[in-house]
């Protein structure tokens, strides 16, 4: 199963990837040779990807009309077939196939996780978007650079002074990058609020002290441009691993559910909603203040950088309650 990276920090290294591949190495595959890869999407395209592995080399994948793709064993089990537009960056996968006659991998088998699709996919979907934008406002800049150069052109030639139209054209100018900043920052999120709420043993249901946290959280939220709420769930190991996973998804469901209903959170500020069962415990999970603890569903309250300017991260009262049963 994937590693549960952060979300926001695997989005930044996709984002990231035309940089680091100035630097990244790229492997050279005999032809007809066996190869085993595993490792992370960094680029793919209709016919073809390339994965980077932990070293950071680099190996191009291409994919034919033979070659097999399907999930491999998950909480829901595995084994179905997927077609090829199913593999997109931030996909951690496992390839087989031999070398190419262009140092490539020609790949026979492409295996990965559901978990590993998912989390893949909802990066994805942060990241292309915000990419567009960026392209959208590179394109707008250069336009603007061509009649801030007509401008200067028109002024000197009126004025017959290069003074003017040089402060006139710098002032444009960083209002132009002024304007990229914010607009690079749209989808730069920051973590505004935390609040841990905690549940009894085997249960899903809020507590009051719950829901009174929950309603301090929503109601900064609504004073708030560009925000949105990462809820993820967890349980204590006390009882079988499945059994967990899915009342952990219940616990984060359950504050989803308050969120919307009660405080009509639009679907859209609803970011990223996952149970991780037992895994990532707070405390030990040996002692009963320690499964206390990890009885929880953790909420982030993120806001855009682009759209609140100066925000800074703060850290609110926990309502972590160890004591709880």
């Excluded at 790229?26 to 980077?52: E, M, P």
């Excluded at 994919?63 to 077609?83: E, H, R, V």
């Excluded at 070398?99 to 088998?109: I, S, V």
């Excluded at 009882?239 to 504050?255: F, T």
């Amino acid at each position: 199963m994937l590693k549960k990276f952060p979300v926001l920090l695997l989005a930044l290294m996709i984002g990231a990837g035309s940089v680091l591949a100035q630097n990244a190495q790229s492997r050279n595959l005999t032809s007809g040779q066996k190869y085993k890869i595993k490792g992370v999407v960094v680029a793919q395209d209709d016919t073809s990807f390339t994965v980077r592995d932990t070293t950071g080399v680099e190996t191009k994948v291409m994919l034919g009309s033979g070659t097999s793709i399907k999930t491999k064993g998950g909480f829901f089990g595995g084994g179905n077939t997927l077609a090829a537009n199913s593999i997109v960056r931030g996909l951690n996968l496992e390839v087989e196939g031999r070398g190419d006659t262009m140092g490539g991998l020609a790949a026979e088998k492409v295996r990965f996780g559901k978990d590993d699709l998912a989390v893949a996919r909802s990066i994805e979907s942060r990241v292309a978007p915000a990419e567009e934008r960026l392209t959208q406002a590179e394109q707008n800049a250069q336009r603007v650079s061509g009649q801030i150069d007509e401008l200067m052109a028109i002024s000197n030639a009126a004025r017959g002074g290069a003074k003017a139209a040089q402060e006139t054209a710098d002032a444009a100018i960083a209002g132009v990058n002024a304007t990229n900043q914010r607009i690079s920052a749209v989808d730069d999120y920051v973590v505004q609020t935390n609040q841990t709420i905690n549940f009894k043993v085997g249960s899903a249901v809020l507590s009051e002290e719950g829901k009174q946290n929950l309603d301090n959280l929503a109601q900064t939220a609504l004073t708030m441009k560009g925000y949105l709420i990462e809820v993820t769930g967890f349980a204590s190991a006390e009882g079988g691993e499945k059994m967990n996973k899915e009342l952990s998804r219940r616990r984060a469901q359950a504050v989803l559910d308050y969120l919307i209903e009660t405080h009509n959170i639009p679907l859209r500020r609803i970011g990223v909603s996952y149970g991780f069962g037992e895994k990532q415990a707070v405390a030990d999970n040996t002692t009963r203040e320690g499964r206390a603890q990890n009885r929880r569903v953790e909420v982030k309250l993120t806001v855009s950088r682009g759209l609140n300017q100066n925000v800074e991260v703060r850290k609110d009262a926990q309502s972590d309650n160890p004591n709880q049963q």
